[in-house]
């Protein structure tokens, strides 16, 4: 069993080049299913849900080809239409699939997906999103037996809630339907952005991602493409929030400046001095972070992203003052607290509010990791502690952070895995 030992007390400096967004790479390896052509992904991040990705697009009959450059994926003949348990259970981006496999072939056999454990996470909006688009879905015995029996018609559909993996799932079987699909209330999320640039690239034609209202206008068929994956947002978020608690100094490179300002107007009220430019990133962080004043609440973009709440939370622990965070995405989103408190933060879990009062110090202890942001705040964490931090349960950080203890020892973190 892997651990990272990390010994704290080193402020982080230097550059660091960010990696390519796992959730964009994700919809968007599904999405290569609909071209029938090679699709040459660049900027695709090594990681494991990206590999578990492959294993999928593998098992229905596509090739997947990794270099150090690039991945090309090769999807001229889908041989099979259900997609095992073992590999839906690796990942929550499994059901992605079922949309693109829907668009290419009219059948898939799924299951309900793994992946972190935050709450329940159902996946009625996306089963009633590809009803109305002409999907008859059975249940039976734990599998999802979906089938269209001709094409998959447009649709007029109004999210309950802007899900993404449910605007993800509705555009990858709208691409190719028949007619046009309208998405109210859609996940504005800069992945989608990112996932519907892909697809344009590949000839759909699609208007209006970023903002509430998408339209997709169905077509036959899409072509290959080459596509470049944009950086990732959250581990933008990680290693910036890293740099803050140890009060060091970074420019982060390849980033995305624009889809990270939410998170970057609340960490710059602990009074870090950020620099923005397109694709680079400047902080620095002299002195000890003030707690931040308003209440953080994680929200649908462009509001706070929940997946930076733990990171932030972990260089707040050692803030001057009390900061209150408000998670509203998902209800079990408080897991990493118990490995910080731990670790000698004060945190009080009530419901969806976390107060987080300032601590002077945090003292080094054994943890574990029980999801993947919350496993990089125990990191985040450890850097700042007096002493040594063992964390378990890295197979969690892992599934979405390229080498995190390459990243933060080039920036002069004591980070091992061992
Ligand atoms: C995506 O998950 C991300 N994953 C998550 O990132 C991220 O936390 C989340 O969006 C919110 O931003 C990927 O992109 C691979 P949702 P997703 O559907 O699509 C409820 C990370 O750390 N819901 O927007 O699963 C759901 O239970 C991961 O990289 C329903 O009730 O998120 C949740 O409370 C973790 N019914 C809320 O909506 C549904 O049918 C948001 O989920 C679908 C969702």
Redesign the pocket.
């Known amino acids: 069993m892997q651990k990272l030992v990390v010994t704290g007390g080193q402020r982080l400096r230097g550059e660091l080049s960010l990696q390519g967004s ?2 964009s790479a ?2 968007i390896m599904a999405a290569a299913l609909l071209c029938g052509e090679d699709c040459t992904l660049k900027n695709c991040p090594k990681l494991t ?1 990206i590999y578990a990705a492959s294993r999928i697009l593998n098992c229905v009959g596509c090739r997947c080809l990794f270099s150090d450059e690039c991945v090309v994926i090769s999807s001229e003949n889908i041989s099979e239409t259900a997609i095992p348990e073992e590999l839906m259970r690796e ?3 499994s ?2 699939f079922l949309g693109a496999m829907l668009g290419r072939t009219g059948e898939c056999t799924v299951c309900c997906p793994g ?2 454990e ?11 999103a590809l009803r109305k688009m002409g999907a008859d879905i059975r249940e039976s015995y734990g599998k999802i037996i979906c089938r269209i029996p001709e094409r998959a018609h447009g649709a007029r559909i109004s999210l ?9 799932n509705i555009i990858l079987c709208a691409v190719t339907a028949d007619g046009e699909t309208v998405i109210n209330n859609a ?1 504005r ?1 800069p ?1 989608i952005c990112d996932l519907c640039g892909f697809l344009r690239a590949c000839g759909a034609e699609i208007s209006g991602d970023g903002e509430s209202r998408i339209v997709i206008r169905g077509r036959e068929g899409l072509h290959g493409c080459e596509y470049s994956i944009m950086p990732d947002r ?1 581990a933008g978020a990680t290693y910036l929030s890293m740099t803050a608690a140890t009060r060091g100094e970074i420019i982060l490179k390849n980033a995305c400046a624009a889809a990270m300002e939410p998170f970057i107007s609340v960490l710059e009220q602990t009074g870090c001095s950020i620099y923005a430019s397109r694709d680079k990133i400047f902080l620095r962080s002299g002195s000890r972070l003030k707690a931040v004043n308003e209440r953080i609440r994680t929200m ?2 462009p509001g706070f ?3 930076a709440q733990a990171l932030l939370m972990a260089a707040l622990v050692t803030a001057d003052g009390t900061s209150i965070f408000e998670e509203n ?3 079990c989103r408080y897991r990493h607290t118990d490995a910080l408190v731990k670790m000698g933060a004060d945190i009080q879990v009530l419901g969806k509010t976390a107060v987080v009062k300032g601590v002077e110090r945090l003292y080094g202890a054994n943890v574990e990791a029980t ?3 919350g496993g990089a705040a125990m990191v985040a964490a450890a850097l700042t502690a007096d002493g040594k931090t063992e964390i378990g349960g890295i197979s969690h950080i892992d ?2 952070y390229e080498k995190i203890e390459d990243a933060v020892r080039s920036l002069g973190g004591n980070i091992k895995r061992v």
């Open positions: 796992k959730n994700l919809p849900d990942m929550r981006s059901i992605i992946g972190c935050l709450g329940p996470r159902p996946i009625d909006m996306h089963l009633t309950p809630f802007p899900s993404v993996g449910a605007t993800e996940a999320e992945e959250i649908p973009h992203p929940t997946d995405i998902f209800d999801d993947l942001r599934r979405g």
